[in-house]
Every structure is written in structure tokens, then in C-alpha cells.
């Protein structure tokens, strides 16, 4: 099981940036798909989660009308876009896989940095 994420670096506060996770060794197709994030000092928290046929999504309520989620199950691969990104965002951004708590995958995470 591989998720590999990329996309990640340092943007200046208001500018937008798209995190990728590419996956392989199980069907993505079956499993939900969500990422999390964790900042220094803090726990780690989702960001935004999308079910097996993209048909619905959920945002933290911080992250709503600003970050999309979403998925091509043709190509095993789940995106995040962020827009207005806010000092705050900075974090290291998780790609999961989830179905069960024995099938529960993560990348390695990227870090995004907003910074002037």
C-alpha cells in the first residue's frame, strides 16, 4: 500500500495551492478519502473527507467555501485545493484511506507553509 503525496511548499497569505495523493496496493475506489492536517504544537485534525463515488463531501468548518476536496477513481488519486490560505493553515497535510480500522492508510504528508 503507497499513498504519495505532492504539492505541498510555502505560499504567501491569500494564494492558493493544490496537494495530490496518488494511491496504489488497494481498491481506492472502495474507500473513503479524506485529509487530515497537524501543525507544530497541535494535534491532528481533518481537513475534509469524501465518500467512495465523490458524491458527497464533509469540511471542517474552518475550511469551508475555501478548500475542495476531490477524486478521480480512474486514477486512484485524491486532491485538495486550498484558496485563501491563511497563516494558520501552515501544517503538514495527510492523505487516508479509510474502511475499517484494519484497513486505515496514510501518506507521508506534505508540509504547506503560508508565509509572507
Known amino acids: 500500500v503507497q499513498l504519495v503525496e505532492s504539492g505541498g511548499g510555502l505560499v504567501q497569505p491569500g494564494g492558493s495551492l493544490r496537494v495530490s495523493c496518488v494511491t496504489s496496493?488497494?481498491?481506492?475506489?472502495?474507500?473513503?478519502m479524506s485529509w487530515y492536517r497537524q501543525a507544530p504544537g497541535k494535534e491532528r485534525e481533518l481537513v475534509a473527507s469524501?465518500?467512495?463515488?465523490?458524491?458527497?463531501?464533509h469540511y471542517a468548518d474552518s475550511m469551508k467555501g475555501r478548500f475542495t476536496i476531490s477524486r478521480d477513481n480512474a486514477k486512484n488519486t485524491v486532491y485538495l485545493q486550498m484558496n485563501s490560505l491563511k497563516p494558520e493553515d501552515t501544517a503538514v497535510y495527510y492523505c487516508n484511506a479509510f474502511t475499517s480500522p484494519s484497513n486505515d492508510y496514510w501518506g507521508q504528508g506534505p508540509q504547506v507553509t503560508v508565509s509572507s
Open positions: 496496493g488497494f481498491t481506492f475506489r472502495r474507500y473513503l
Open positions: 469524501i465518500t467512495i463515488d465523490g458524491g458527497r463531501t
